[in-house]
């Protein structure tokens, strides 16, 4: 009966996370509509820095801007939290300095709310640019058909580094997210569309946080190139009744390095811990964990060194309300390298509860331990029909979530790795 009493624990959980994303004051979501079209020009470029440009503070120059516009700051630190807001900011620019985003930072100094914000403003690019110590986050775009934000760098931000919510496309990349108290890069209640428009993120760095990348309700995401390491999970693509348009559907997550997510941030971390909502129940020790959702495909990664497990799939458990979107349905994990060849291993490579209907997995090399152990729940590719659902297989799964992944570590030695080092404790 031990499963019933955690899932109910979950369930309070996920009805809490309104109420924690309420904590934060955020724009209204909308439907974005179609894109803004082009601007006409002549477009004017309008600078920022402490004297001799046109302006001191970049929201000024932002207020100043028209659609096509472009804002370019010069090096120096922002103490300011800039909103661009509306269709006749659509496809401003605002650039900072590509090669060195460190050199041109807005600060929130635990107070303000978000570095930049972008709402119901379509195609706008945000490069160059370093947020560090917002109470919400780093990076925010939302109600938008389409957006760039490249070359950015989000330090110990209150919830997410880089997040799009509630918009159609985009691109995050060249990036860099951490010591964030939730999740470093986040995409999440994406609108259903006829015609979709994908949302790529590719070539991000996102360590040191609850979840590496977190996407609630996110559709049409491919995820590549990546490195996802040292959070407490990897990748969490889920399903919940927090947000709209549930499940996450139709996401690609590939050719990404996802490993060392063994960050036990509840021991001690450079933010201040969340005790609920998602980033409460990321299974410490996790590389990829799908709750829930439709046709997702995770393949061509490589995914080692994560104590607990390295990919795991699991009912929709965040779905209490909307039971229609818990079940996994058309879900495959395959040609994944697990373990390093050997020289990194993951506690366990691959959990599945045979939840749902034409999942499956295959093709996948270095699978030394999967969950269960009979291999019962793990179809091969191509799979249709139902699943073989195992509640006591779900079970043992549900019971590390949390913080009580820890209990199930089965710790491996990692190999040198130039230019990354470990965390599992933070040591300030």
Not at 37 to 58: A, L, M, N, Q
Request: hydrophobic letters at 35%; a positive charge; proline letters at 6%.
């Amino acid at each position: 009966m031990r499963h019933r009493w955690l899932l109910a624990g979950i369930g309070v959980l996920a009805l809490a996370l309104p109420a924690a994303a309420g904590a934060q004051t955020y724009p209204e979501p909308n439907e974005p509509g179609n894109v803004a079209p082009k601007p006409k020009g002549p477009h004017h470029t309008y600078t920022v820095c402490k004297r001799g440009c046109d302006f001191r503070k970049i929201q000024d120059a932002v207020d100043k801007a028209k659609a096509g516009d472009k804002v370019s700051i010069k090096a120096g630190t922002y103490r300011e939290a800039v909103k661009v807001s509306g269709r006749r900011k659509a496809y401003l620019r605002i650039v900072g300095n590509p090669k060195n985003p460190r050199k041109v930072v807005v600060d929130g100094r635990g107070r303000g709310q978000n570095g930049i914000l972008v709402n119901g403003a379509d195609a706008v690019t945000v490069d160059g640019v370093m947020a560090r110590d917002y109470k919400g986050n780093g990076f925010f775009v939302t109600n938008v058909v389409g957006y760039t934000l490249n070359h950015l760098v989000a330090e110990k931000t209150g919830t997410y580094g880089l997040y799009a919510f509630n918009s159609k496309g985009g691109t995050m990349e060249n990036s860099e997210a951490y010591y964030v108290n939730d999740g470093a890069f986040y995409i999440g209640q994406t609108p259903q569309q006829d015609k979709p428009i994908r949302s790529i993120v590719r070539n991000v760095d996102g360590w040191g946080a609850p979840i590496g990348f977190s996407g609630t309700n996110m559709r049409y995401v491919t995820i590549t190139k990546s490195r996802f390491y040292n959070n407490a999970a990897g990748i969490v693509p889920n399903s919940a009744d927090g947000e709209k348009f549930a499940p996450e559907e139709d996401n690609i997550i590939t050719g990404n390095d996802i490993f060392w997510n063994n960050f036990n941030f509840w021991a001690g971390a450079p933010f201040k811990i969340q005790p609920n909502g998602l980033a409460a129940l990321a299974p410490v020790g996790t590389g990829i964990v799908l709750v829930g959702g439709h046709r997702n495909r995770i393949e061509n990664n490589r995914i080692f060194g994560n104590y607990l497990a390295g990919a795991a799939m699991i009912e929709g458990i965040l779905n209490p309300k909307n039971v229609a979107a818990r079940p996994l349905v058309g879900n495959s994990i395959t040609g994944n390298a697990f373990g390093l060849n050997g020289t990194d291993l993951n506690g366990r490579d691959i959990g599945y509860d045979g939840n749902g209907s034409g999942n499956c997995i295959s093709g996948n090399t270095g699978v030394a331990v999967v969950v269960p152990s009979d291999g019962s729940t793990l179809a091969a590719c191509p799979f249709g029909g139902a699943n073989a659902f195992s509640a006591d297989h779900q079970a043992a799964l549900l019971q590390f979530i949390g913080k009580a992944g820890v209990n199930g570590w089965v710790k491996h030695p990692h190999p040198a790795r130039a230019g990354f080092e470990p965390l599992e404790v933070y040591k300030p």
